[in-house]
């Protein structure tokens, strides 16, 4: 007889919510003894919770279609308003897929691009006007004259092919790794941009130096007249922020690493401070703006993509949704009507009910349906999936 063992996982959660039926064991005959029976079912036990922690439990939200596998760090999914995906590779390739996957730019077609580490190209944005004018804006690391930069550049997609790149912001502060390079376009027109402080994390202090930063440029580059300090920069004291998403009402959310605690959650306003390296985290300290959510106070779990869910196939209209690389995990946080911390929950974990491992970004689609890139390459503490990496879409369980 079949013999099915419910294992509550609640010992590995913060915040415990996968529960997952495994079927185990068959008796080859269907008859035991009891103390056969006993024996068999302590080996049944060990197999099952061997076959838990190895192939790992897909979640009880989600039926997964795996879209694309043998990728190299996919960094930046983006959508146009018809619901062709866009994406980059750290490696320097951006791609298309509608039917097929189209590769539009490998690493040539950047100006010195600078792929070590994590520096790479990173961010991607598509211009408010792209079903017009075919323009797109890339965030990545380049050499110039031997120094380590990052910069921001416009393409244009034509014929199949990324052409006519423009350099919109350029010498911005680079880094092995801490590059930030996640990009944003507002309500208001302008395109934001993330920048890490490529480990000079006093002069996140600092407003003139643009690493450490949240910038806002127009989309030619210009400073908007409204800035809050004659420059690019928006808001100060970040460390390496890999997430930023604009709400329909025009708030502006941002995810960022921290150190070796206190990966933060915020809510970004023009000109505020908020704190790096003085304070991490959500500890009140009146010089600075605390984070609106932090994880957490005994570890980071590195956060990167960042999204809003906007659709109807998830009852989850206007939730934060971002994924983790080191804890390999997917969430959503629910605001409250006046964008404070509402609640959390944990929809996947790799260590619980996910196979993906590293999650670098998060991907609301126009239809509802959220995709998601895994990071596994050059992953330092578990060897990659032989599919690594992959763009996976979610819809809700059948
Ligand atoms: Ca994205
Ligand atoms: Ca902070």
Known sequence: MPIFLLIRLHHFLRKPKAVTLIPVCYTKNGQTTPMRFLYFSLICLLASLLTAANEQQTSHLFDMDTLLTGLEVPW??????????????????????????KVLASAESFTNLRVEGEAGLMGLALDPQFSENNWLYTCYSAFADDQRINRVSRFKVTDDVLQDERIILDNLPGSGAHNGCRLAFGPDGYLYISMGEAFNPKLAQDPTYLGGKILRIASDGTVPEDNPFGNEVWSLGHRNPQGLVFADDGSLFETEHGPEANDEINLITRGENYGWPEVTGDAPNAEFSQALKSYYPDGTIAIAGLDIYRGTMFPWQGNLLFVSLKAGRFYRLELTSDKNFKSDEILLDRNINSNLGRLRDVEVAPDGSIYLATSNINDRNNAPHPDDDRIVRLKPKQ
Do not use: H, V
């Open 76 to 101: 930046d999914l983006e959508f146009d308003s018809s619901g062709t995906l866009y994406f980059t590779e750290r490696i320097g390739r951006l791609s298309r897929l509608d039917n097929q996957k």
